[in-house]
């Protein structure tokens, strides 16, 4: 149960979002559809609506996708991204790729990238996009599962693609000089000529709402790779909610940080802001904190979104490394992938002047489902509330809604604009998504609170039962990154005779921190006189680091399989 003492107050100003009540009594996803100029004859397409449709209006000359990594520094206008994509489609038509077809994309982040996302999208086959870093088990399970039929990758990457073992792999696009292979069973183009061969006029194919349009993957805890498939639909709650959560807005420098391959990246990296018109900023490259504080400078970013482990470590790369740079065009902070720490929120008042806006949602809802808006008062380690036009529940075992301040399952009534469709060839993984009629169960543990703030508890895989008392190990964690030596912090529940489980920390220090048994003390007692006798860790591991997936998140499974010694199942995702 929580015990909140504080709220922050919005800043005063013009959100898009009205206040929270009257957007949820008025809203309707009818209302939201008419924003688009739908086909004439009913149909549509994504790459229309982000793009083409801008480019046919006064934004033509605006840009569309700043983009900069430390080689290159480009623009591209609305205009510039429809002829490109145009041509990019017209590559893909020309080498036989149809509707419906499977073409995934294996690059490092790049204009090239994003043009063939989209020109991918304009001929109405359904885009893969894969984490650069991917090592080859990783490439195959998922083109072998989406029996994808083009890839697009580099000559660099094209070692980690057994293109020849991939019976349904036909053509492979290479983008960029250097050399590859270009034998064996596929047929193999370069992107320069194709592009160059190919008109900038195109044939859009117009789809039905309920066509395919994305394939992400997403890792089971152990087994295989999922593929959520997304369809074009998904557009109408993408839109939406970034125009209210993300408060875009026609002069906004947009900044999200994500990489394409984890869906973030995706709904909100490329569709959400384009579908909105707005100006988008992708930067390649690697985190430092002195290269992202630039980057909002340089490009004069006004919102900015991000993970929360991110945000640790700019806080605990210190105030002095915020003072450098001019931050002042930043107008609204957004956070998202993993539960963000108060601590974390007080602080980024204190460097920023900003809230941190925390929000929930994951690949299989494609958009955002509860979010801390623009307007509405925030209570510091909270998610916020549902989007309005969806409904989320705590429900228990059975089904049944639970009262507020119980930890129970986080559902949500099914049939938001974004849902997932399937489980590209695995029909029976996708039902089990829905254990209780019109329901979906996300599989992570929350509660709701008396003011209808939803508050986080951890993965239903994660939640410790120590002493007949359940624990979220988010709790715990959140108390540990308050201590001042703390960076950041992962529970597990390790098996104990006595009591259950046991809480094990690890725990990774700021800078200028070092190990000792008095500091491990100390922090046990800081979560026993914070949060509960029965919460402390009993077990403490400082370590270097903590294993982390691409998109940012702790993997507790993993510490927890190395330190029962198990097996630690599918580690395709997991950062090296
Ligand atoms: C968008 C994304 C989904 C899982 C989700 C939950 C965790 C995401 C969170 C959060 C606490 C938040 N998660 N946002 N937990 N607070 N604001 O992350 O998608 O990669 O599929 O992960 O991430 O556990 O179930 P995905």
């Not at 009257?22 to 996803?29: E, K, N």
């Not at 893969?128 to 990783?138: K, N, Y």
């Not at 940080?257 to 988008?280: C, E, H, K, R």
Request: glycine share 8%; with cysteine; aromatic share 10%.
């Amino acid at each position: 149960m929580k015990v909140v003492a504080d709220t922050i107050a919005p800043k005063t100003g013009q959100a898009n979002m009205p206040d929270y009540d009257t957007a949820r009594a008025d809203f309707s996803w009818e209302e939201v559809e008419k924003s688009f100029s739908w086909h004439e004859t009913g149909k549509v397409n994504m790459a229309h609506e982000a793009i083409d449709r801008h480019a046919e209006t006064w934004r033509r000359n605006k840009v569309a996708l700043y983009y900069s990594d430390d080689e290159r520094d480009e623009k591209y206008t609305f205009q510039d991204m429809k002829f490109l994509s145009n041509k990019f489609g017209n590559v893909l038509r020309s080498i036989g790729t149809e509707k419906g077809d499977r073409v995934f994309l294996f690059l490092s982040r790049s204009p090239e990238l994003y043009t063939s996302l989209l020109g991918t999208l304009k001929i109405g086959a359904i885009t893969g996009p894969l984490f650069e870093a991917f090592m080859e088990q990783a490439v195959r399970d998922r083109l072998e599962n989406s029996e994808a039929s083009v890839l697009i990758t580099s000559p660099s990457l094209i070692d980690r693609v057994p293109y020849n073992e991939l019976p349904h792999l036909e053509n492979i696009i290479l983008v960029g000089d250097g050399d590859a292979p270009e034998d064996g069973d596929v047929k193999f183009f370069r992107y320069e000529q194709e592009m160059e061969k190919n008109s900038r006029d195109l044939n859009i194919e117009w789809v039905d709402r309920e066509d395919g349009m994305i394939l992400h993957y997403t890792s089971g805890s152990t087994g295989k790779p999922k593929g959520v498939l997304h369809v074009h639909n998904a557009m109408i709650q993408q839109y939406q909610t970034a125009k209210w959560i993300m408060d875009l807005k026609e002069d906004d420098i947009y900044w999200c940080t994500a990489d394409p391959g984890w869906v973030t990246g995706t709904s909100y990296g490329i569709f959400g802001p384009w579908l909105n018109g707005v100006s988008n900023l992708v930067r390649g490259g690697r985190f430092s904190p002195e290269d992202w504080y630039g980057t909002i400078e340089k490009y004069q970013v006004s919102v900015w979104l991000s993970a929360p482990t991110a945000f640790r470590k700019l806080m605990g790369a210190g105030d002095e490394a915020v003072k450098k740079f001019d931050l002042s065009s930043l107008r609204h902070v957004l956070s998202v992938g993993e539960p963000l720490n108060a601590e974390v929120i007080h602080w980024g008042m204190d460097v920023y002047n900003r809230r941190i806006h925390d929000h929930w949602w994951m690949t299989e809802t494609g958009g955002v489902i509860i979010a801390n808006y623009p307007a509405m008062p925030m209570k510091p380690g909270s998610m916020g509330k549902p989007f309005p036009g969806v409904e989320a529940a705590i429900l228990d075992e059975e089904g049944n809604e639970l009262p507020p301040g119980q930890m129970g399952k986080l559902c949500i009534k099914s049939g938001w604009p974004s849902m997932l469709r399937t489980v590209w060839n695995n029909e029976e993984r996708f039902k089990k998504y829905f254990p209780f009629e019109g329901w979906f169960d996300s599989d992570d543990l929350a509660s709701r609170d008396e003011d209808g703030y939803f508050w986080f508890e951890g993965r239903d895989d994660d939640v410790i039962t120590t002493s007949g008392e359940r624990v979220g190990p988010f709790e715990v964690e959140s108390k540990l990154v308050e201590h001042p030596s703390v960076a950041e912090a992962a529970v597990i529940g390790k098996p104990d005779p006595v009591r259950g489980h046991i809480i094990k920390a690890f725990v990774a220090l700021k800078d200028g921190y070092t190990r000792s048994d008095e500091l491990e003390q100390e922090l046990s007692s800081f979560v026993k006189k914070g949060l509960a006798a029965h919460a402390a860790p009993r077990e403490m591991e400082i370590r270097d680091f903590l294993p982390k997936t691409r998109s940012g998140k702790i993997m507790r499974r993993v510490l927890k399989a190395w330190e029962l010694d198990e097996p630690a199942g599918d580690l395709s995702t997991m950062e090296k």
